[in-house]
Structures are given as structure tokens and as C-alpha cells.
């Protein structure tokens, strides 16, 4: 579906607009599924909502008459003792995007550089571009890796926050706990770091980083996580940092009141309540990614090993035809110039997948 919202024009506008707003591209969002098919676009969970989760909004709908607690402060501490950490160490937001502007927003001024690999997640462009900042993208390795030493190379004296992503959409990589360290050692310590792990309950590789691990000895590391993916709530935006409380407090500063609604707040707390549950729905995705990456490598592809709920084909010049084929066979997919990624959805979709990269693959070969 084609975003309603109209680009803004400089020449045209009635009021001067910011030129790098009027220019920005508005979000693409992965679009609906075909009668019968499968949208697998946006790396949600295919599952409905848990009854618990459903009632917990319900219970909040009777209270909307008044703000919600502002400081969130009931689910700051339920996911401080998820993550073992003090309550001061926690900032939510409505999704980790806007957390991550509201990091952004807390160390960086127009000029500014933020350094990230690319291709990575999409949002990031956008939350630099709004702050004022300058995207600084090292391109991933052929691996679709992140290239640390070149992301290294890349730090300047204008650079206020390193983006790091792990498991990397929409390459599905992860870097190791060793990596990680590495780095931040080489870099420079007042330059925030930002784990963005958006994904980090899908990751079953031993060696992948933790970057609550990390933050314990550097105070300029934070690690991003979001309750949209794993805890299926993308619909409801929360997202949290945890950091250093003196991090954490900017991050606080740099939000808005009452960003998180009280049904977001509640189905949030319902929702980690039922972690056990929800396990149960993550081994069954994992399940299902290892299987889907099992038949693609059955049919030749090259595929690394992803770690999220999402895989990478690396369709290349062959892209377009592919996604015609995946759309062919009713699955909507995320498509980029140099590939596809494929959200791990609904049991019923692995088979017309899989007869779809089957059918890419063997035009791959001539
Ligand atoms: C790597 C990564 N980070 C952050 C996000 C943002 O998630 P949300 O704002 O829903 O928490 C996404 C969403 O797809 C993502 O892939």
C-alpha cells in the first residue's frame, strides 16, 4: 500500500520546511497480505494476541478518561528485574524507534555523525535525519556482516553514537560477545553505543552478543530491545533502553509526557507475565526458521545463518524477478535492491516459500 501521507516540497510549502524533512523518504511499510497469502514483510510475530494480553487492555479502556502514569513507573520495574538491573537503568518509549531518537535527540546536535552499518534497519536513516544528525554508513562485509574495524575507521571527531545491530535486520547476523568487546574497547569512551537487539529472544547462537553483558562495564553502551517482535505487541509501540542511569536519565529527558497509553502499559506488563507462554511461541518460530533455512540450503541457496525471526535471500540482480515469483505464490515479502527478507510467519506459509525459492534459485544458476 502506498503511503498516504504527501511528500513535503520545499518550493511548494507554505511555511519553510526543514530542506533534509521535505527530502526525507516516508517510512515504507511492509504491505497487507493477498486473500490467501501471507504478509511477511514487517518481521511480526503471526500469532494472535494472548487472551491475558487482550484483557489487560480491556481492564485499562475503563481509566482513559485519565492520564496514564507518565514515568511508567510499574513496568520500568517489572522489566529493571527482567534484566537484573536497577529501575534508573531503564527508559521506555513508544517502540525502541523512539527510543532510539530519543538517544539520538540526547547526544546529538545538527552535524553531528551517527555511524551505522548498512544495510541495516531501516528506521535508523529516519531517526538521524530527524534529529539533524549525519548518517555516517559503513557497508556491511559480503557476508552481510558488520565491518567493525572499517565502522571504526569511520569514527570522527563529530561522531556522537555508533549503531550496532545485532541480529542484523535484515541479514539475520549476529555479532559475538568478543566482537562487541573489541570494539568498544577501540573506541573512543565518551561515544555512545547503542546494541540495538531488537531481536535478542530469537537468537539461540552461544557465542551472540548480550549487550546487558556489555553495559555492566561500559557506561557508554546501551542495549535496545523492544516488546514489538518476541512479546508481540507491535501494535502497542514499547521499547526500552538499559544503560548507565546517567544515559538513561538524558533518554528520560529527551522523551515526551505520557507517551506510553495506560493499555499500553498494562498489556506491556501482561505480556511479560506470560514469558512462559510466549517461550513456547519462540522455540516454535525458531523452529520453523530452522526449517525454512534447512529447505533453502537443501535448494542450494548460499543463506548465513539468521538469528531473528526473519531470513535474507540474496536474490541480487535477480531481485525483482523473485519477488515477483514470492508474490506468485501469495508471500509478501520485504524487498531491497540487493535482496528479500523474509519474516518466519504462519506454519501454513513455509511451503508455498519454500516452492517459491525454489522456483528463484533455479534462475539464479543460468
Ligand atoms: C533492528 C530493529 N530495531 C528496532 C526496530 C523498531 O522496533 P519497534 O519500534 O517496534 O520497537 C526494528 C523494527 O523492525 C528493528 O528491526
Not at 521535505?22 to 494472548?50: I, T
Request: proline share 6%; charged share 25%; glycine share 6%.
Amino acid at each position: 500500500m502506498d503511503d498516504p501521507r504527501q511528500q513535503p516540497s520545499v518550493e511548494t510549502a507554505p511555511v519553510k520546511i526543514r530542506p533534509e524533512i521535505a527530502s526525507a523518504a516516508a517510512y515504507r511499510q511492509g504491505r497487507p497480505a493477498p486473500a490467501g497469502g501471507f504478509k511477511l514483510s514487517s518481521n511480526e510475530v503471526p500469532f494472535p494476541p494472548l487472551p491475558s494480553v487482550v484483557a489487560a487492555i480491556e481492564g485499562a479502556a475503563e481509566s482513559i478518561n485519565r492520564y496514564p502514569d507518565s514515568s511508567a513507573a510499574d513496568l520500568v520495574r517489572r522489566l529493571a528485574a527482567l534484566n537484573h538491573v536497577a529501575d534508573d537503568q531503564i527508559a521506555v518509549g513508544p517502540g525502541s524507534i523512539s527510543v532510539l531518537r530519543q538517544l539520538i535527540t540526547a547526544v546529538a546536535v545538527p552535524g553531528d555523525e551517527i555511524v551505522y552499518a548498512w544495510r541495516s534497519f531501516e528506521g535508523y536513516p529516519a531517526v538521524v535525519t530527524l534529529n539533524g544528525a549525519t548518517s555516517v554508513q559503513v557497508p556491511l562485509t559480503d557476508d552481510g556482516r558488520h565491518d567493525l574495524d572499517a565502522m571504526l575507521d569511520a569514527i570522527t571527531e563529530r561522531t556522537r553514537a555508533v549503531l550496532l545491530c545485532s541480529p542484523n535486520n535484515p541479514t539475520g547476523t549476529t555479532l559475538t560477545h568478543d566482537d562487541v568487546e573489541r570494539f568498544v574497547a577501540s573506541a573512543p569512551r565518551d561515544v555512545l553505543i547503542v546494541v540495538d537487539e531488537a531481536y535478542t529472544e530469537f537468537v539461540r547462537a552461544e557465542d551472540a552478543v548480550n549487550g546487558l553483558a556489555i553495559i555492566a562495564d561500559h557506561r557508554n553502551v546501551v542495549t535496545l530491545r523492544t516488546l514489538s517482535k518476541a512479546y508481540g505487541l507491535a501494535g502497542l509501540r514499547v521499547g526500552y533502553v538499559v544503560g548507565d542511569p546517567v544515559v538513561i536519565a538524558a533518554v528520560r529527558a529527551s522523551g515526551l509526557p505520557f507517551e506510553l497509553t495506560t493499555a499500553t502499559i498494562e498489556a506491556a506488563k501482561a505480556a511479560l507475565d506470560a514469558r512462559e507462554e510466549l517461550d513456547e511461541r519462540l522455540d516454535i518460530l525458531v523452529s520453523r526458521r530452522n526449517q525454512i533455512e534447512a529447505g533453502l540450503i537443501d535448494q542450494g541457496w548460499h543463506v548465513h545463518e539468521s538469528q531473528g525471526n526473519f531470513v535474507w535471500l540474496p536474490t541480487g540482480d535477480q531481485t525483482e524477478r523473485a519477488a515477483e515469483i514470492l508474490e506468485r505464490h501469495g508471500i509478501i515479502a520485504r524487498v531491497f535492491p540487493e535482496g528479500i527478507r523474509v519474516t518466519v510467519g504462519e506454519r501454513q506459509s513455509i511451503e508455498p516459500l519454500l516452492s517459491a525459492t525454489a522456483e528463484i534459485v533455479r534462475g539464479l544458476e543460468n
